[in-house]
């Protein structure tokens, strides 16, 4: 089955780290540009960080800067997002998207939830 399967999250408490992975099955990640979102409740979905296919560039939004990094594997065909100085607002569900370079083809995860709390 064509999927992508997000880990690493959990619950930990305000200036702590998780690492959140994410795995294609049955999907080859290394030919897309892949990104982390995510979706507080109540809240829309919001973009947190994107790479490119190669891995030369990267892009967050400016509520992550400084403390999230993501990064890829492409021989492990995952991507990878470190998050350092959590911070109760980043509590949300996160999930993984493959974007196509060339279509509009997207791929999503079921995504997997953090929560910062002391």
């Known amino acids: 089955q064509v999927q992508l399967v997000e880990s690493g999250g959990g619950y930990v408490e305000p200036g702590g780290s998780l690492r959140l992975s994410c795995v294609g099955n049955?999907?080859?990640?290394?030919?897309?540009?892949m990104s982390w979102y995510r979706q507080a409740p109540g809240k829309e979905r919001d973009l947190v960080a994107a790479?490119?296919?190669?891995?030369?560039?990267?892009n967050y939004d400016d509520s992550v800067k400084g403390r999230f990094t993501i990064s890829r594997d492409n021989a492990k065909n995952s991507v990878y997002l470190q998050m350092n100085s959590l911070k109760p607002e980043d509590t949300a569900q996160y999930y993984c998207?493959?974007?196509?370079?060339?279509?509009?083809?997207?791929?999503w995860g079921r995504g997997t939830l953090v929560v910062v709390s002391s």
């Open positions: 998207q493959a974007a196509s370079l060339y279509t509009t083809y997207k791929l």
């Open positions: 790479i490119i296919d190669t891995g030369n560039s990267t």
């Open positions: 049955d999907f080859t990640v290394r030919d897309y540009a």
